[in-house]
């Protein structure tokens, strides 16, 4: 059954890369610091090459706050959350998780680090 707002079909997952670009001085780094959104671009056309435009969805973020755990990605409605994501994980993430609904777990970051200031990676404010 479609809702009222039109006949296309809700998109089945988000896909959230962060792209924030910070100054390269910055002690927490950044996902994206030429600045290019290369990263989603790829995810986006990897989509689109598995035939799962329009189902799934790879958008722009900005940042996640999840700076010190490189590359960011986190899928909705999973809300899983992956760090040091690379250019080759993409095909596993798509593959394993978003058709096989399987979580990549060598790149899922811990519970601890989520949402939270109490993340050991997470550099200290006063260093910012
Ligand atoms: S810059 Fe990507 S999570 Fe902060």
């Not at 390269?24 to 780094?29: E, T």
């Not at 986006?44 to 799934?56: E, F, H, N, P, S």
């Not at 993409?90 to 811990?110: C, N, Q, Y």
């Not at 949402?115 to 990676?121: G, S």
Request: with cysteine; glycine share 8%; hydrophobic share 30%.
């Amino acid at each position: 059954m479609q809702d009222k707002i039109g006949d296309m079909a809700k998109y089945e997952r988000h896909v959230f890369i962060c792209t924030n670009q910070r100054d390269a001085s910055s002690p927490r780094g950044c996902c994206d610091p030429a600045g290019k959104a290369e990263f989603q671009k790829l995810f986006k056309d990897k989509i689109a090459d598995r035939g799962l435009k329009g189902k799934v969805r790879a958008n722009k973020s900005g940042c996640l706050d999840q700076c010190e755990h490189g590359q960011t990605v986190v899928i909705y409605p999973d809300a899983v959350w992956y760090g040091r994501v690379k250019a080759e994980d993409i095909d596993e993430i798509i593959e394993s998780h978003i058709i096989g609904g399987k979580p990549v777990e060598r790149l899922v970051l811990p519970e601890e680090c989520i949402n939270t200031k109490e993340c050991p990676h997470r550099k200290p404010k006063e260093k910012l």
